[in-house]
């Protein structure tokens, strides 16, 4: 009964010692991610003891990353992806074409043949899906105007990496490898149009048809009563789409689940699946980061520490800093740039798929392979302590780098209100930071009084659509007292936070009593432990979410049933 237990061998193994290793790196105040990658070097190949099955294990966090960008998908709109479309589309390739560069010149030093030169470059260009997602989320940023370029970004090199997939077996012939197309160049525009066109093909029907088709049949599950069927229905879902896109249209399993994700968001029960979805995800993400661990050969860094090194040194800081000077040149906030940058800094998946194919086709060494993944280990490494390193690098630049404050604001009509503003609109008015959702609910209500508003917001498009309106509004963060100061926080009546971000919360309080003193200071808070906070450094009232929402439950619940009463 007992005779081939290797799958759930891998999964106990790999979760219980993730599970020890990952408490040990939390109790010692580092990531629990790091934690997960040393249990994988442990059950690998690379280390004395118990082996996992390698195979298996990559296929399981596969799962996990399809399970991930599912998640994402129900999260985004097609409109939140076309308003970044052109950072995102220009930047990536931008950016992919940088690190390939950096790459490739630095194995062509080596004395690599220029076909793995090629390669080595491409995956080092790619971000993993999984970390940056995860990076994101964890510090909430999946739903802010940074998480949109970021994912945007992660999305358009997810696709350059599936026409590259497709096309190096065609290039492998004039690279120098074992490609028996290489020659052909007839042979390989018919290869780029056909992967252009199933990849088009794919999108277009899962936007078209998808949208109506799948949240219809989620309904139909929904409505027979069943959890149990619900909970399957969303996985069969997710796993069935980013299948059959991979084998059919030869898109990855994370672009087919993020359009699955996508279709299934605009059904009423949308929240409802992301919730069923959310305890098998964190699982099999956890597996992915063993994965990475059981890849990695200790002894790397032994042999070949310098090429290490300047593996990592591409990863970290060359793709970093050319992602940080395009989104800087693209006029966004110093913010944007650095949370943008720092989440590319590392690569993971398919930077292991592309070199994996490279081999194969007699173009990249295996020495290639085992840089990739010790670069890929490290910078997954060093990426949570680059994210909590975000505010002490954004106040370092600004005060040592002139051409960075430059290059973030000087001439971007979009940071300055229009010479042709009413000044009367801005005395005594209220400064609303972050017009989504909530904030544009509020800013209709003081409007219908007769108040006058200015606005500060991070989305360009959202501040160009208020100025059409004739809105006052500027484009920045509203942590930056800069833009505080161009939307007049001096002769504002009130100033109103609507993003709960506490430490961003904490600056604009101390830059609005500082220019303004006696406003009235209006802050949404997470918790309330960050309402204490925010009041004892002068907030004037702190609205924190689920207890504003069960105290209008509560009082319509007790004036409706009075109502009846009578």
Known sequence: MHHNVELITTISVALGLALVLGFAAVRLRMPALLGYMIAGVLIGPATPGFVADVELSQQLAE????????????????????????????????????ATVLGASVARWWGWEPGASVVFGLALSVASTVVLLRGLESRGLLDTLNGRIAVGWLIVEDLVMVFALVVLPALAGWLGGAGASGGDSDNLLVTVGLTLGKVGIFIALMLVGGGRFFPWLLWQVARTGSRELFT???????????????????????LGAFFAGMVLRESALSHRAAEESLPLRDAFAVLFFVSVGMLFDPAMLLQEPLRVMTVVAIIVFGKTIAAFLLVLLFRYPLNTALTVSVSLAQIGEFSFILAALGISLSLLPQEGLNLIVAGALISIALNPLLFNLLEPMQRW??????LARAMERST??????????????????????????????IGTQLRQTGMSIVVAD??????????????????????????LIQAHVARARMLIVTVPD??????????????????????????????????GEGATAVFV???ELALNMGRFAVEHLAGQDK
Do not use: N, W
Not at 70 to 83: E, Q
Not at 397 to 402: D, Q
């Open 458 to 483: 991070t989305h360009r498009e959202r501040v160009e659509a208020l100025r059409a309106e004739g809105i006052p509004a500027v484009c920045g963060d509203g942590a930056d007292e800069e833009v």
């Open 545 to 547: 979410g689920e207890r």
């Open 502 to 535: 506490t430490l961003r919360s904490r600056k604009m309080l101390e830059t609005a009593k500082l220019l303004r003193p006696g406003i009235s200071i209006l802050v949404c808070a997470e918790s309330e432990e960050v309402e204490r906070l925010l009041l």
């Open 232 to 254: 399957l229905g969303v996985i069969a879902i997710a796993m069935g789409i980013a299948y059959f896109s991979s084998v059919i249209f030869g898109v990855s399993f994370a």
């Open 397 to 402: 630049i600004r005060v040592h780098s002139r």
């Open 412 to 441: 971007d009509p979009l940071a300055e209100l229009p010479m042709t503003t009413d000044l009367r609109s801005l005395t005594g008015h209220a400064l609303i930071v972050g017009y989504g959702d909530l904030g544009s609910r």
């Open 63 to 98: 799962i996990g990353v399809i399970l991930l960008m599912f998640g994402v998908g129900l999260h985004f709109s097609l409109s939140d992806l076309m308003a970044v479309r052109r950072i995102a589309i220009l930047g990536a390739l931008a950016q992919i074409l940088v």
